[in-house]
């Protein structure tokens, strides 16, 4: 007879159900703790960094741009999602970033290639963005203040390669979207006006002139499009006086002198706290025109010289790159974070005037570039013939006077940027190396525009990454793919199929 089988359940039904029990209590109390978690981080909202090289990782700048927002900012993205997938991707994804670290961003997306109606109806609202239904771009409003930044301004691109004729690309190498967006914000919440004046009557470059050289259209269009500033020329030959409220821009002279009757309004402005952006002209183009006179009695020596750096890869006749930029200065700190350089045509030397006062309350020069130590300056002579001093030498500086250093300048203070070159902004070099950013920091510093955005933010570097491998490393990878690692699986297998046959 067969003996009975006298095996026992592992468990008994007891242990069963204690087992069931406690795994759904561990079930609950795990639920309840992801509950009370959520709770918590909605009333306390904590978001971390976990890479210097994030693409969404928020400037300090603008940081502080956002904690100083009081009212609520209605920011629409306008946009042909499928048109641009990679700039749609890249400002959306920055402006989410914008609302999660502040409540008063309101961002809506519409895309109004799928939406018509939706865009139609957002489009009657705004009867001034009618002609721009076709057009993608961003809109930022605050208590009726618009601010609009088009997909054009948003992105930086290599024509490098192009202009060789290497490729037929023309790859996207920055995003200047924390750039505008940031001033953009700005620009709707703070409504003190500031007006822009260029000096006419001389022949300086013309803010006017949009397609030829040496205008000044692009920089004017910076002005009102990225920094909300309106402008007008002025001539100051007439009875016209310069409002104290203001910034006087003086673009390279080349035709005639400033009259003393001028240069006495000029300096009437500046020493009532005026501001003033002062580029003479090339010696190749007359040399002193007057505006020389008026920044030595601030202390400033423009150099009747032409400054060439064979150290610095030049793109043409008579242009340098700068060498060295103050990395102290909050116009220039930034780039030399970023280890950015300024373009320069024929540019003169600028320094402070060695009989400067050096009273306490004498005007503070600071310089902002440089060239290297073998630059080589020419200076004509009556003669004829040119004498040579080697160099660095400085190519701009910043005056100021009636501040407190380390505290932002409000009205008041007398702040000039004198610049060794007037061609560094006109239509044609403005958007090389570094000059846009550049021109934009210097006006943000000279209309005394709040800490938050001295330091220029700059556009962000998309990186590309390019992995280059041998024949014989594609070669090892191939058969890592296709044999080595299906033969691992089929290997693994084959043993546990043996293990369980035994």
Same mark, same amino acid.
């Given at each position: 007879?067969?003996?009975?089988?006298?095996?026992?359940?592992?468990?008994?039904?007891?242990?069963?159900?204690?087992?069931?029990?406690?795994?759904?209590?561990?079930?609950?109390?795990?639920?309840?703790?992801?509950?009370?978690?959520?709770?918590?981080?909605?009333?306390?909202?904590?978001?971390?960094?976990?890479?210097?090289?994030?693409?969404?990782?928020?400037?300090?700048?603008?940081?502080?741009?956002?904690?100083?927002?009081?009212?609520?900012?209605?920011?629409?993205?306008?946009?042909?999602?499928?048109?641009?997938?990679?700039?749609?991707?890249?400002?959306?994804?920055?402006?989410?970033?914008?609302?999660?670290?502040?409540?008063?961003?309101?961002?809506?997306?519409?895309?109004?290639?799928?939406?018509?109606?939706?865009?139609?109806?957002?489009?009657?609202?705004?009867?001034?963005?009618?002609?721009?239904?076709?057009?993608?771009?961003?809109?930022?409003?605050?208590?009726?203040?618009?601010?609009?930044?088009?997909?054009?301004?948003?992105?930086?691109?290599?024509?490098?390669?192009?202009?060789?004729?290497?490729?037929?690309?023309?790859?996207?190498?920055?995003?200047?979207?924390?750039?505008?967006?940031?001033?953009?914000?700005?620009?709707?919440?703070?409504?003190?006006?500031?007006?822009?004046?260029?000096?006419?009557?001389?022949?300086?470059?013309?803010?006017?002139?949009?397609?030829?050289?040496?205008?000044?259209?692009?920089?004017?269009?910076?002005?009102?499009?990225?920094?909300?500033?309106?402008?007008?020329?002025?001539?100051?030959?007439?009875?016209?006086?310069?409002?104290?409220?203001? /910034? %006087?821009? &003086? !673009?390279?002279?080349?035709? =005639?002198?400033? $009259? +003393?009757?001028?240069?006495?309004?000029?300096?009437?402005?500046?020493?009532?706290?005026?501001?003033?952006?002062?580029?003479?002209?090339?010696?190749?183009?007359?040399?002193?025109?007057?505006?020389?006179?008026?920044?030595?009695?601030?202390?400033?020596?423009?150099?009747?010289?032409?400054?060439?750096?064979?150290?610095?890869?030049?793109?043409?006749?008579?242009?340098?790159?700068?060498?060295?930029?103050?990395?102290?200065?909050?116009?220039?700190?930034?780039?030399?974070?970023?280890?950015?350089? /300024? %373009?320069? &045509? !024929?540019?003169?030397?600028? =320094?402070?005037? $060695? +009989?400067?006062?050096?009273?306490?309350?004498?005007?503070?020069?600071?310089?902002?570039?440089?060239?290297?130590?073998?630059?080589?300056?020419?200076?004509?002579?009556?003669?004829?013939?040119?004498?040579?001093?080697?160099?660095?030498?400085?190519?701009?500086?910043?005056?100021?006077?009636?501040?407190?250093?380390?505290?932002?300048?409000?009205?008041?203070?007398?702040?000039?940027?004198?610049?060794?070159?007037?061609?560094?902004?006109?239509?044609?070099?403005?958007?090389?190396?570094?000059?846009?950013?550049?021109?934009? !920091?210097?006006?943000?510093?000279?209309?005394?525009?709040?800490?938050?955005?001295?330091?220029?933010?700059?556009?962000?570097?998309?990186?590309?990454?390019?992995?280059?491998?041998?024949?014989?490393?594609?070669?090892?990878?191939?058969?890592?793919?296709?044999?080595?690692?299906?033969?691992?699986?089929?290997?693994?297998?084959?043993?546990?199929?043996?293990?369980?046959?035994?």
């Amino acid at each position: 007879m067969a003996a009975k089988n006298s095996t026992k359940p592992s468990f008994s039904a007891g242990n069963r159900l204690l087992n069931g029990f406690n795994f759904c209590l561990s079930i609950i109390a795990a639920v309840a703790l992801l509950v009370m978690a959520n709770y918590l981080a909605s009333g306390y909202p904590k978001r971390f960094e976990w890479t210097n090289n994030s693409r969404w990782q928020l400037a300090p700048q603008t940081t502080r741009v956002l904690e100083t927002l009081t009212n609520d900012i209605n920011v629409t993205v306008f946009f042909d999602a499928k048109a641009e997938p990679e700039v749609f991707g890249l400002t959306t994804g920055l402006l989410k970033e914008y609302s999660l670290r502040s409540s008063h961003v309101k961002v809506k997306i519409i895309d109004y290639a799928r939406f018509p109606g939706a865009a139609e109806g957002f489009l009657s609202k705004y009867k001034h963005l009618d002609s721009l239904k076709d057009k993608d771009f961003v809109l930022f409003e605050n208590e009726g203040r618009p601010k609009v930044v088009f997909a054009n301004q948003l992105s930086d691109y290599d024509f490098k390669r192009l202009m060789a004729g290497e490729t037929n690309a023309i790859p996207r190498i920055a995003f200047k979207g924390e750039l505008l967006f940031s001033s953009a914000l700005f620009s709707v919440t703070h409504a003190r006006p500031f007006k822009v004046f260029f000096l006419t009557g001389h022949g300086e470059h013309d803010p006017e002139n949009s397609s030829q050289d040496p205008g000044y259209g692009k920089f004017a269009s910076l002005l009102t499009d990225e920094s909300n500033i309106q402008w007008e020329k002025i001539s100051l030959q007439s009875t016209n006086e310069l409002p104290s409220d203001s /910034l %006087l821009i &003086i !673009a390279g002279p080349i035709k =005639s002198q400033i $009259l +003393d009757s001028e240069r006495e309004k000029i300096e009437t402005f500046l020493k009532q706290g005026g501001r003033m952006l002062a580029m003479p002209n090339s010696v190749l183009q007359g040399g002193n025109s007057g505006l020389e006179k008026i920044l030595a009695k601030w202390g400033v020596e423009v150099a009747n010289n032409l400054i060439a750096d064979d150290d610095q890869y030049t793109v043409g006749p008579n242009t340098l790159l700068t060498a060295a930029l103050n990395p102290e200065h909050a116009i220039t700190k930034p780039f030399v974070a970023e280890q950015r350089q /300024l %373009l320069l &045509i !024929a540019p003169r030397s600028i =320094s402070k005037a $060695l +009989d400067a006062s050096k009273s306490a309350d004498a005007p503070k020069i600071e310089w902002l570039a440089s060239t290297s130590p073998n630059a080589v300056g020419q200076y004509p002579s009556e003669t004829g013939i040119s004498r040579e001093r080697k160099g660095p030498f400085h190519l701009m500086v910043t005056v100021e006077q009636g501040g407190i250093k380390g505290v932002n300048a409000e009205r008041g203070a007398t702040r000039i940027v004198v610049i060794g070159d007037s061609l560094c902004f006109d239509n044609q070099v403005l958007d090389k190396a570094a000059n846009h950013y550049f021109a934009n !920091a210097v006006i943000n510093w000279l209309t005394a525009r709040p800490t938050i955005l001295l330091d220029s933010l700059g556009p962000r570097p998309i990186k590309q990454y390019e992995l280059i491998i041998t024949p014989s490393q594609m070669r090892m990878v191939q058969w890592i793919l296709l044999a080595a690692m299906p033969g691992a699986v089929l290997l693994l297998g084959g043993l546990v199929w043996l293990r369980r046959r035994s």
